[in-house]
Antibody, heavy 126, light 111 residues
């Protein structure tokens, strides 16, 4: 069965960096685009970023563009999110999610989030 | 402020039929599919409805989705206590500032 397990969350000071990981299993990781979606405490969901199945294309929400970088290592079945210049408003549970489309390269060929991990909490506070 | 608009709360009694609305615009719901996610307390979201009205395997047929113009609805019939959760609508957005957008979520209470 599809399993996504996030790690790397924690408490970090404003302006500092943090890297999240998402270990995938139960499917051919290298064939699917992958997303990060976040949820601030007591708030709704916000899409953050996506990477194509082969890592050739990456897209970001305006709120994180220039500060966050998504990447993947298909040999390790792992997705990453490098978060720099963190702000208090980045405090959230970060979920990795699989895109439903097979071998999607561009954002117009991607579809919806069909499987989600359990999330990892990032708290930005001094 | 979420791009898609949902009522913050909804409620019903066991066995009742409840609907949750989701309102958007021509750049999202009006021209793209709508998806619904269920988030049980303390857990990750789970896909409930895809492409407006399709149910993934394992989702009971008590759950149904529909779309008309720039609005969509999720209907739950034969309400059960285990349906108490937060429900989110989502859609692709054609504007340059966002790709995937969500509603603010609706907390469903089973009385």
């Amino acid at each position: 069965q599809v399993q996504l397990v996030e790690s790397g969350g924690g408490v970090v000071q404003p302006g500092r960096s943090l890297r999240l990981s998402c270990a995938a299993s139960g499917f051919t990781f290298s064939s699917y685009a992958m997303h990060w979606v976040r949820q601030a405490p007591g708030k709704g969901l916000e899409w953050v970023t996506v990477i194509s199945y082969d890592g050739s294309n990456k897209y970001y929400a305006d709120s994180v563009k220039g500060r966050f970088t998504i990447s993947r290592d298909n040999s390790k079945n792992t997705l990453y999110l490098q978060m720099n210049s963190l702000r208090a408003e980045d405090t959230a549970v970060y979920y990795c999610a699989r895109d439903s489309s097979l071998e999607a390269t561009t954002v117009t060929t991607m579809d919806y989030f069909d499987y989600w991990g359990q999330g990892t909490l990032v708290t930005v506070s001094s | 402020q979420s791009v898609l608009t949902q009522p913050p709360s909804a409620s019903g009694t066991p066995g009742q039929r409840v609907t949750i609305s989701c309102s958007g615009s021509s750049s999202n719901i009006g021209s793209n599919y709508v998806y619904w996610y269920q988030q049980l307390p303390g857990t990750a979201p789970k896909l409930l409805i895809y492409r407006n009205n399709q149910r993934p395997s394992g989702v009971p047929d008590r759950f149904s989705g529909s779309k008309s113009g720039t609005s969509a609805s999720l209907a739950i019939s034969g309400l059960r206590s285990e349906d108490e959760a937060d429900y989110y609508c989502a859609a692709w957005d054609d504007s340059l500032s966002a790709y995937w957008v969500f509603g603010g979520g609706t907390k469903l209470t089973v009385l």
